[in-house]
């Protein structure tokens, strides 16, 4: 059974209580009308006590009904009209009072529908025969012919109010997602525009596991989606969380008894986990303040993880649209230069334009594949397999026809990472294995790879002439280090001590692939 978000919750209590509003309103008019018919009455001094007696009943269902505000507790109208029932049956009661009989049948049907009004219109007939049977009265006809006018009164208009309470619950249960939805936007659309809220799905993930450790005191936590195809994700981290993945699965009662495991509803019914590890008393108290703070960033979480995934597509073909553009634009063209070159040196035999001829072809010919390198980068991506496998894909296609040898070291273990920091990191160590195939001069190149599916250690060396920095109107090292930023990494580049350049990205021990720092 899902469970209610906040929001959800929060709009139950509002509705009940409303309903609240509506039934003690119905129990006063019942009271202000049985005093008003006593009044009229010539001989009413001892319908008084009686009245005082029935305003009691009013009062404690009244307030029972309040504690039960977010329950169905539909024993209440019942042990309302019973007690009122036998009261006035077994005492010498003003027929005016009777009339406070139509008032549970009316609440009844309004705060739990038509099945529990005619049990409530039950229960006060059976108390009416009770008392009568009970009574020192010769003839109870009396009685009867003055409550059972109320009763059947009571009884068709909380049928009625039943009906109308269920069109209207209906009606607002139909209404009920649209509208949270629209309120849910809102709040985010205005958040948004104040700059109090982003969209990014590492972050909103960090922001979360901070606030929840605030609120149970935990030493530890990730948050995990759920996907379909590669399972379970990690999102963020604090701490060390390699066995945390592990917990999910398990059953509650086989959990470590420090680990505390919370669902964050989407869209999917289960977007995700948030597993909270080191929390030293976890209490009913604490429990429903997590699950507060978890619901109020569901909404946001599922909206940026949506965004991720809007993204990633258009990304992926955006690149796709340009590497089409760049073979069958630009390249065409270089390529018809080079036809003219052919002919130029085709036309001439000055020494001087053929060897100006040959240096025009060979620099055609580098562009051209710098060109092809190119497309091949924008197309290339990950796809079902691993990053390891895209990395090794990449690295032969660069390296096939050429000197620079390539020793390729992947240890990967642990959940997959996330499609977003896979692709994060495959044009990371593109943009690098580009650098030096383009300016290293290097003999041989080294690709490390290490993750547990929550820390990631991405190494690229090469033996080449080293000096490797920052130049104007060059940005390869800082969009390195923005992708690095994106998935919660940092990048190094420094010079390797047998010569040659590193170039590493990694992430902290507390760090996740695509969490925050450490707060």
């Known amino acids: 059974m899902r469970r209610l978000s906040t ?6 209590r509002r509705g009940l209580r409303n309903t609240w509003r509506v039934t003690t309103a119905i129990r006063v008019f019942a009271l202000a009308l049985s005093s008003g018919i006593v009044l009229s009455a010539e001989d009413s001094g001892a319908s008084w006590p009686l009245l005082a007696a029935l305003a009691v009943i009013a009062a404690a269902s009244a307030v029972f009904d309040w504690t039960s505000a977010t329950t169905r507790a539909a024993w209440i109208p019942m042990a309302e009209m019973l007690l009122a029932a036998l009261m006035l049956a077994s005492a010498d009661a003003s027929p005016g009072l009777y009339a406070y009989l139509a008032a549970p049948p009316v609440v009844a049907g309004v705060r739990y529908g038509p099945v529990t009004t005619i049990n409530v219109a039950f229960l006060g007939a059976l108390g009416l025969l009770v008392a009568a049977a009970g009574s020192s009265d010769s003839d109870p006809r009396p009685k009867f012919i003055a409550a059972v006018p109320w009763v059947l009164s009571g009884l068709g208009a909380g049928l009625l109010a039943g009906w109308q309470s269920r069109f209207t619950r209906d009606e607002e249960a139909r209404r009920a997602p649209h509208q949270a939805a629209h309120q849910l936007m809102a709040q985010l659309h205005d958040l948004a525009r104040r700059g109090a809220v982003g969209l990014d799905s590492a972050q909103l993930a960090s ?36 066995s945390l993945a592990e917990e999910i699965v398990r059953e509650p009662d086989d959990r470590s008894p420090d680990v505390q495991v919370l669902t964050v509803a989407g869209t999917r019914e289960v977007l995700g986990f948030l597993v909270l590890s080191g929390v ?36 992926a073909e955006e690149r796709d649209r340009l590497a089409r553009e760049m073979h069958d634009g630009v390249a065409q063209e270089i390529v018809a230069l080079g036809y003219v070159v052919d002919e130029i040196e085709s036309v001439s035999a000055e020494p001087r334009i053929q060897q100006l001829a040959a240096s025009l072809r060979h620099e055609l010919s580098r562009v051209v594949t710098e060109l092809r390198y190119s497309i091949y980068d924008l197309r290339h991506h990950v796809t079902d397999r691993r990053l390891s496998g895209a990395l090794a894909e990449y690295v032969r296609e660069i390296s096939a026809g050429g000197d620079l040898r390539v020793s390729l070291s992947f240890d990967e273990s642990g959940p997959p990472l996330s499609a977003r920091t896979e692709t994060e990191l495959l044009r990371v160590a593109q943009e ?6 383009r300016h290293a001069r290097a003999s041989n190149l080294w ?37 690095a930023a994106v998935i919660g990494a940092r990048l190094t580049v420094s010079e390797r001590q047998s010569g040659g350049t590193t170039v590493r990205l990694y992430t902290d021990h507390s760090t996740a692939p695509e969490g925050s720092a450490q707060s």
Do not use: C
């Open 7 to 12: 929001t959800e919750t929060a709009g139950a």
């Open 207 to 242: 922001e979360l596991e901070s606030r929840l450790r605030i609120e149970t005191g935990a030493l530890v936590s990730a948050v995990f989606i759920s996907s379909l195809d590669d399972g379970l994700i990690p999102l963020s981290s604090y701490g060390d969380t390699t």
């Open 280 to 315: 030293q008393r976890w209490s009913a108290e604490i429990e429903e303040r997590a699950l507060a703070v978890t619901d109020n960033f569901a909404l946001r979480l599922d909206t940026a993880v949506l965004f991720d995934e809007v993204r990633h597509m258009a990304t």
């Open 432 to 437: 690098a294995i580009g650098n030096v195939r």
């Open 447 to 483: 690709v490390t790879f290490v993750t547990d599916g929550v820390h990631i250690d991405l190494d690229i060396d090469d033996d080449g002439i080293g000096g490797a920095a920052a130049k104007e109107r060059h940005w390869g090292l800082q969009t390195m280090t923005e992708r």
